[in-house]
């Protein structure tokens, strides 16, 4: 399994980014994938989830409304699309993925909104 991210940058607050990331080394289109991220000094977080067909997301409260995940199941990529971006969504953000128990994890991609 390898998951690469990318898309990450400096942004200012009120901007938009766009992070996303490629899969390869499994069924892509079986299996939920997820954006979690982690700031400084805090705990790794989920951010959204989407199901193995794109039918179905999850958001945690702090990014509704502002953030969307999509699919791409005949290119094996997830996309973050994240608007209207804040300083308290610095952080490095990682692509994840659960499979038969186990967690996997991309490098993360580092995400800094400040002006």
């Known amino acids: 399994v390898h998951l690469v991210e990318s898309g990450g940058g400096l942004v200012q607050p009120g901007g938009s980014l766009r992070l996303s990331c490629a899969a390869s080394?499994?069924?892509?289109?079986?299996?939920?994938m997820s954006w979690y991220r982690q700031a400084p000094g805090k705990g790794r977080e989920l951010v959204a989830r989407i199901s193995s067909a794109g039918g179905s997301t999850n958001y945690a409260d702090s990014v509704k409304g502002r953030f969307t995940i999509v699919r791409d199941n005949a290119k094996n990529t997830v996309d973050l699309q994240m608007s209207s971006l804040k300083p308290g969504d610095t952080a490095v953000y990682y692509c994840?993925?659960?499979?038969?128990?186990?967690?996997?994890w991309g490098q993360g991609t580092q995400v800094t909104v400040s002006s």
């Open positions: 080394g499994f069924t892509f289109s079986n299996y939920a």
């Open positions: 994840n993925t659960l499979i038969l128990g186990y967690h996997y």
